[in-house]
């Protein structure tokens, strides 16, 4: 699976919107941009993940650009307990398995 | 639909043992991947189970082997424990469809403490 580079950590106050950056610049045409995200003592949860288009769920929204080399998590208003690791992921379609690659992720920290 | 389990949460060993992690994927789950978590370090896959067969393997050692059973239980042997074993051990269930789009449920963990 294709590399993505993160920043190591971000800070954002409670009640506030967050956007988490991830550049993917060499993303194939047949991977898919997942982010899960990990709450201290937990196992990594799913969040969000997309191809080409905008996505929005319950959790977050996923804004992809138009060239899909960088891709960010919007966290529309930041809480408490959204202060977690972040990570972003690439996953290849034609991949029989579906095992994740992560890397190191971005620290969320969340003042109140 | 119940969660993902893992049991023990903490174990302590000494170097040279061996140890059994186990889990309890989700029901109807057809896939179960372990990874291992050192200390302020992402997740790494160790391998991955389907329809009880391996299914794929990161960059670990033989003495790291697994089952998977048909009442979606699984566990992770380790043989020969060395201190670099030392780490949180993952377990996660999906229903593999290929695609890359499965959504990956993960158990808390099991902290192994290699002394």
Known sequence: DAKTTQPNSMESNEEEPVHLP?????????????????????????VIHGLTS?????????????????????????????????YCILRDLRNAGNMLTFGGGTRLMVKP | ETGVTQS?????KTRGQQVTLRCSS????????WYQQALGQG??????????????RGNFPPRFSGLQFPN???ELNVNA???????????????????????????????LTVL
């Open chain 1, 54 to 86: 905008n996505v929005n769920n319950r959790m977050a929204s996923l804004a992809i650009a138009e060239d899909r080399k960088s891709s960010t998590l919007i966290l529309h208003r930041a809480t408490l307990r959204d202060a977690a690791v972040y």
């Open chain 2, 81 to 111: 424990l060395e201190l670099d074993d030392s780490a949180l051990y993952l377990c996660a269930s999906s229903f593999l469809r290929g695609g890359g789009t499965d959504t990956q449920y993960f158990g808390p963990g099991t902290r």
């Open chain 2, 43 to 56: 997740p790494q896959f160790i391998f991955q189970y389907y329809r009880e067969e391996e299914n794929g």
């Open chain 2, 72 to 74: 979606y239980s699984s």
């Open chain 1, 22 to 46: 991830c550049n993917h610049s060499t993303i194939s045409g047949t991977d898919y941009i997942h982010w899960y995200r990990q709450l201290p003592s937990q196992g990594p949860e799913y």
């Open chain 2, 26 to 33: 989700q029901s109807g789950h057809n896939t179960v991947s």
């Open chain 2, 8 to 12: 023990p949460t903490h174990l302590i």
